[in-house]
């Protein structure tokens, strides 16, 4: 059976999204309009990775639309130490749900779950590629707190090679009109050149700073970001990062009066915890707006059994495997290596990755 997943954002129309913000703000209005949208109906949380805001707000999304929830948040108390496959786990557990969300640390993940699931798959976060909640979430605070998502300079300050949080949120503004977005990282940790290629299609402009002090003062949004010590190779490679973008008052003062600044959180050290009193810092409300989005996506999902789309539409190239070592290609191997694209550079299917024939 075909079933409508969440993988990516940008599988769907704007038009979508749209009518999932329209929702998430009817329910943060009226939750009590909503209370048995989902009742009989059971969600499953896998959690191959820590999480604190995305499990327990989907959790409490399910909850509070009727549902209920299983699952796990610790793979080594599942049959995954066992060794069981994530094809396997994927068509037990959605054997005995009606909407199954995964995070998992491998960039292709959700959507190898999705190959085999009998129910709606959600992408929570696989690895250091998507997080196409988070990014409604994004849409929705924007929606709240800035009142519109165009024609806004969106810095976006951190580690923005790893950062699937800034790849999902820049993939989705630069399908809205006018929107320019500012990258502040280093050197080391710039935004992907798969990235920066979608804004060139869609014809949203950017540029690339090193100094927050010196561009803070353009931006109508800020999105600070975490450096991700876990996809690191080394410990040397992180400290050599770490500290070099904090948001403090003094930084802040510099700032447009109606700037908003956002987080995914969790925050280690990069938004000292002074800023968190100022009216421009949103980033608590936002986490808590990442319920209401997701209720609206669970009753989306489930109100659409009937409507799917593509998982894959390429082709396999015999001994051709994704150049990233870190795809759920190169480590589940019963999966399809499926590239889209013309010509000897192609794209991977599951991470986006591209490969040279
Ligand atoms: N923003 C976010 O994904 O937070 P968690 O890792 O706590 O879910």
Not at 148 to 174: F, P, Q, Y
Not at 189 to 205: E, F, N, R
Not at 279 to 308: C, D, H, P, W
């Amino acid at each position: 059976m075909n079933y409508l997943h969440l993988i990516d954002l940008n599988d769907f129309p704007v038009k979508f999204w749209n009518e999932l913000l329209e929702l998430g703000i009817d329910i943060y209005h009226n939750p009590e309009k909503y209370a048995h949208a989902c009742d009989g109906k059971i969600m499953a949380t896998l959690f191959y990775e820590p999480s604190t805001r995305t499990q327990m707000s989907f959790q409490t999304a399910m909850l509070r639309l009727g549902g209920s929830l299983i699952g796990f948040d610790n793979p080594s108390t599942s049959s995954v130490a066992k060794g069981e496959s994530l094809s396997d786990t994927t068509q037990i557990v959605s054997g005995y749900a009606d909407v199954l969300v995964i995070r998992h640390p491998q960039p292709g993940a959700a959507k190898a779950a999705a190959l085999t699931a009998d129910c709606p798959v959600i992408n929570a976060g696989d690895g250091g590629h998507l997080h196409p909640t988070q990014t409604l979430t994004d849409l929705l605070t924007l929606r709240l707190e800035k009142g519109t998502l165009e024609n806004l300079n969106i810095g976006l300050c951190g580690d923005l090679k790893n950062g699937r949080t800034v790849h999902s949120l820049v993939k989705a503004m630069s399908c809205y009109k006018g929107n320019h977005f500012t990258f502040i990282s280093t050197s080391e940790l710039k935004m992907p050149q798969y990235i920066k290629d979608i804004l060139s299609v869609h014809g949203a402009s950017f540029k690339e700073v090193e100094s927050l002090e010196e561009a803070i003062g353009e931006l109508d949004v800020l999105y600070m970001t975490r450096i991700q010590r876990e996809r690191f190779k080394s410990d040397e490679e992180y400290f050599a990062q770490k500290d070099t973008y904090v948001l403090d008052t003094a930084k802040l003062s510099l700032s447009k009066p109606d700037l908003k600044v956002l987080h995914p959180l969790p925050r280690v050290d990069e938004i000292t915890t002074d800023v968190d009193k100022n009216e421009k810092a949103v980033y608590f409300k936002q986490a808590k707006y990442g319920m209401y989005i997701r209720m609206a996506l669970i009753m989306t999902l489930l109100s659409n059994e009937n409507r799917s789309i593509p998982l894959l539409s390429g082709k396999e190239y015999p001994g051709v495997c994704c150049s990233n070592e870190l795809c759920i290609t190169n480590s589940e191997s019963y999966l399809p290596k499926s590239f889209v694209g013309i010509g000897d550079n192609v794209e991977c299917e599951f991470c986006n990755e591209r490969t040279l024939l």
